[in-house]
């Protein structure tokens, strides 16, 4: 079977990691998990940087085919592997998932990942680091609550899981767990959470269930 051959390399924690986690299991494609230890700097070996030059991830092995960053991921996933279309055919809709994807991956992670985190402890000091990324995440959060609100149904922008909820799922999750932030102020986003936690390819993509979790 052509699935046999996928590899991801991926960080338990990492939320761009998370989201082609869910993408693969809602389309049922078996994977290799290989783990990349970024707490260990396992990202910037010479090994890595041959996969993905930038020593991030996620990275997407498919056989000959060598795929890094989450968007790409998932669009290169979307159009390989058509089964469980993750986006509408109504282009409003779509452009829809698009923005709501983009305000994640580029307005709110960024802001919180590791690396800013570190440097936001270092350069300014610890306490600080949690209220950086509060700050950034609950702007992001606000901007999606008005951006879903005339297009949600029982997920982010209708009744199917599509591209929008696989990036918001990671980053609501983390909003929970790591950051604490109050979810009260964000109806919406904490509805799709519940949602998202009834979802088994959703459940079993999450951090804790991951090979390389801490047990």
Same mark, same amino acid.
């Given at each position: 079977m052509a699935d046999q051959q996928l590899r991801l390399y991926s960080y338990f924690r990492s939320s761009c990691s998370y989201r082609v986690r869910i993408a693969l299991n809602l389309k049922g494609l078996k994977?290799?998990?290989k783990a990349v230890n970024l707490l260990k700097g396992e990202q910037f070996s010479p090994e890595f940087r041959k996969?993905? @030059?930038?020593g991030y991830v996620p990275v997407l092995v498919d056989g000959d085919i060598v795929v890094s960053d989450s968007f790409a991921i998932l669009l290169y996933l979307e159009e390989k592997y058509p089964q469980h279309p993750l986006l509408p055919k109504d282009l409003q809709r779509k452009a829809v998932n698009f923005q709501a994807a983009n305000i994640v991956s580029s307005s709110i992670q960024p802001l919180q990942n590791l690396a800013v985190l570190k440097y936001i402890e270092e350069k300014v000091s610890p306490d600080e680091k949690m209220e950086w990324?509060?700050?950034h995440i609950g702007k992001g959060f606000a901007a999606l609550e008005d951006l879903l609100k005339?297009?949600?149904g029982r997920f982010a922008t209708g009744d199917?899981? *599509?591209?929008a909820d696989i990036f918001l799922a990671p980053q609501i999750h983390a909003a929970f767990t790591r950051f604490n932030?109050?979810?009260?102020q964000f109806p919406?986003? *904490?509805r799709l959470h519940e949602a998202y936690n009834e979802i088994p390819a959703f459940v079993d993509?999450? @951090?804790d269930k991951q090979p390389d979790a801490p047990s």
């Open positions: 994977y290799e998990y996969l993905n @030059p930038i990324a509060k700050v005339n297009y949600a199917d899981v *599509s591209f932030l109050d979810m009260t919406l986003l *904490s993509a999450r @951090p």
